[in-house]
T-cell receptor, first 110, second 112 residues
Framework: DGGITQSPKYLFRKEGQNVTLSCEQN?????MYWYRQDPGQGLRLIYY???????QKGDIAEGYSVSREKKESFPLTVTSAQKNPTAFYLC?????????FGPGTRLLVL | QKEVEQNSGPLSVPEGAIASLNCTYS??????FFWYRQYSGKSPELIMF????GDKEDGRFTAQLNKASQYVSLLIRDSQPSDSATYLC????????????FGTGTKLQVIP
């Protein structure tokens, strides 16, 4: 089955801790994205990557970091600098015409 | 000014009625238009796309595009309680999907 997987489904972060959210796709898409969604809010772009070994900041990149070492993978690290990380994190990938989302990771702070 | 605007709702319609969801956009160069459905606690799911002026039908869903007036709408006929969700409008320009902009979504409630 082709698609996008995200893990874990739920993630708990302790104060001062860095955590990494996984995103993998087997759709052979060049572009991948990370969005953050807060309750009752729209999608906000954190980072995106159009090609391996290249990525750009979105609207709310502060406190986050990414890597794109493989076409299939685009992990997101939430660093301790992100003071309000509690949110629903969505990974997406696209070809030129269509974009699809993974199932999401819900990050909670202990 | 928001680039893609939607009424946040909630839009309440009785079961069996037509639900009409609207979206306006600011960039006249926009080329592709998408509707995503997002159930509570789940990720968005692509349900419709439209490129040309006019109507595009898929089952109970019809997307309508009017580039001159810069709006796109989604009609849901014979609305069912299972249609209750938030509907996100997304718009792309000449850069393709990599330059997609999302609206904040309209929450639809279908009342049995």
């Amino acid at each position: 089955d082709g698609g996008i997987t995200q893990s874990p489904k739920y993630l708990f972060r302790k104060e001062g801790q860095n955590v990494t959210l996984s995103c993998e796709q087997n759709l052979n898409h060049d572009a991948m994205y990370w969005y953050r969604q807060d309750p009752g809010q729209g999608l906000r772009l954190i980072y995106y990557s159009q090609i391996v070994n290249d990525f750009q900041k979105g609207d709310i990149a502060e406190g986050y970091s990414v890597s794109r070492e493989k076409k299939e993978s685009f992990p997101l690290t939430v660093t301790s600098a992100q003071k309000n990380p509690t949110a629903f994190y969505l990974c997406a990938s696209s070809d030129r015409d269509f974009g699809y989302f993974g199932p999401g990771t819900r990050l909670l702070v202990l | 000014q928001k680039e893609v605007e939607q009424n946040s709702g909630p839009l309440s319609v009785p079961e069996g009625a037509i639900a009409s969801l609207n979206c306006t956009y600011s960039d006249r160069g926009s080329q592709s238009f998408f509707w995503y459905r997002q159930y509570s606690g789940k990720s968005p799911e692509l349900i419709m796309f439209i490129y040309s002026n006019g109507d595009k039908e898929d089952g109970r869903f019809t997307a309508q595009l009017n580039k001159a007036s810069q709006y796109v709408s989604l009609l849901i006929r014979d609305s069912q309680p299972s249609d209750s969700a938030t509907y996100l409008c997304a718009v792309t320009g000449s850069g393709g999907y990599q330059k997609v902009t999302f609206g904040t979504g309209t929450k639809l409630q279908v009342i049995p």
